[in-house]
């Protein structure tokens, strides 16, 4: 049914959630069973009071995230988007993920809600780094001297009205709005199939868990990898 909704729809969207990235191998955030903020308090090593008074640690937790990040690659899904919106049946991917996977697999309308982990810039001068410069000796520290900070939205800040804006415009357009590897439960980015729906599109979701909103959703799949669902229906 998935294969048939986006191959009548005339602009789809996707929304991608932290399910999109385990299955690539990253842990996630806030699942009960390996959820990083179980074992590491947010507030301590991803906000804004770390970033500025907690700078060691802080370093310390987004270099283990970068470490990930460089271990493991996009999976089969990914590129099944990015072949998708080649061919044009998908518009854009918006994301709640940092990772940059959808990027590395070749999607180019990105929407990154959280901002992302692959660049670093300094709080100082502004200069752009890749990632992997925090993982030198003195990563952290610009050629000016200032603190180099990942690229990603941190607690204490909100995210950034430019995305927010464009993630809006395109769900509007939308009249197949699909989710893929989210739970739904953060606002206000949950609040997107919902505007969707109110504006005429038909809602799918690929999650493992069932979530709070369902009963939104013309098509709800569970209990399945989004990467070996999207490949049996388009490979």
Partial sequence: MLKKLIEESKYTVVFTGAGMSTESGLPDFRSAAKGLWNIKDPIKYASV??????????????????????????????????????????????????????????????????????????????????????????????????????????????????????????????????VLGSSLSVSPANQYPIIAKRNGAKLAIINMEPTMMDSYFDLVINNQSIGEYLANIFQ
Wanted: net charge negative; aromatic share 12%.
């Fill in 49 to 178: 009071d770390a970033l500025y008074n907690n700078k060691d640690e802080f370093a310390g937790f987004y270099r283990m995230r970068i470490e990930n990040l460089l271990e493991y690659k996009p999976h089969k899904g990914h590129y099944i988007l990015a072949d998708l919106e080649n061919k044009g049946k998908v518009r854009s991917i918006i994301t709640q993920n940092v990772d940059g996977y959808h990027k590395d697999a070749g999607s180019k309308n990105i929407i990154e809600l959280h901002g992302n982990i692959y660049e670093l810039y300094c709080l100082s001068c502004g200069a752009v780094y890749p990632c992997e410069r925090y993982m030198k000796e003195d990563g952290t520290k610009c050629d000016c001297g200032g603190f180099i900070r990942p690229s990603v939205v941190l607690f204490g800040e909100s995210l950034p009205s430019d995305a927010m804006d464009r993630a809006y415009e395109d769900t509007m357009k939308a009249d197949l709005f699909i």
